[in-house]
T-cell receptor
């Protein structure tokens, strides 16, 4: 597709369940980012992938959160043993380069609701 | 480390009125500054950015912002609001070397009334 694609667009789960969120970046973009958007909290950086380099995981809030990027393209964010405070919109973005020039292209997000 | 403060979670203007969305930043290194816009049910898109050079930068849809180092500000303006400008606006900052993640503000929702 032309843009960053995320799935599912909405996910409702029960506390304690695991969830997987998928991101398909723009073709050819080497950098991929995950952010979390909570009401009134702005966007919180979670993790960054650049090519084959080790990812920057400094924003992951706990060890229940993990992410991988297979073949330098699609990425999956996994949240284990979900908690109610994990409810948020999870945004994926990609860019041509890893430099922080700000030209990130965002997907529409995956809205996660933990009951 | 970088941080951004956006004053006012909501700003209301009438159609045709001046739009002013405030952003102040803190950065330990020379910053790159950005404004992103999020229209309802859409992803964020880049509105404009300041990296180096001219401190007054122009973006899409008639928006502009001025980098004022002495005031640590990067306020977003538009002379005349349009109904289609109703959206959420995010200011963001990063450092200017290598990969430094974008740090976003909490956002300002712009409401435009007829």
């Amino acid at each position: 597709g032309a843009g960053v694609s995320q799935s599912p667009s909405n996910k409702v789960t029960e506390k304690g369940k695991d969830v997987e969120l998928r991101c398909d970046p723009i073709s050819g973009h080497t950098a991929l980012y995950w952010y979390r958007q909570s009401l009134g909290q702005g966007l919180e950086f979670l993790i960054y992938f650049q090519g084959n380099s080790a990812p920057d995981k400094s924003g992951l809030p706990s060890d229940r959160f993990s992410a991988e990027r297979t073949g330098g393209s699609v990425s999956t964010l996994t949240i284990q043993r979900t908690q109610q405070e994990d409810s948020a919109v999870y945004l994926c973005a990609s860019s041509l380069r890893g430099q922080s020039t700000g030209e990130l292209f965002f997907g529409e997000g995956s809205r996660l609701t933990v009951l | 480390a970088q941080s951004v403060t956006q004053l006012g979670s909501h700003v209301s203007v009438s159609e045709g009125a001046l739009v002013l969305l405030r952003c102040n930043y803190s950065s330990s290194v020379p910053p790159y500054l950005f404004w992103y816009v999020q229209y309802p049910n859409q992803g964020l898109q880049l509105l404009l950015k300041y990296t180096t050079g001219a401190t007054l930068v122009k973006g899409i849809n008639g928006f502009e912002a001025e980098f004022k180092k002495s005031e640590t500000s990067f306020h977003l303006t538009k002379p005349s609001a349009h109904m289609s400008d109703a959206a959420e606006y995010f200011c963001a900052v990063s450092g200017n070397t290598g990969f430094q993640k974008l740090v976003f503000g909490t956002g300002t929702r712009l409401l435009v009334s007829p």
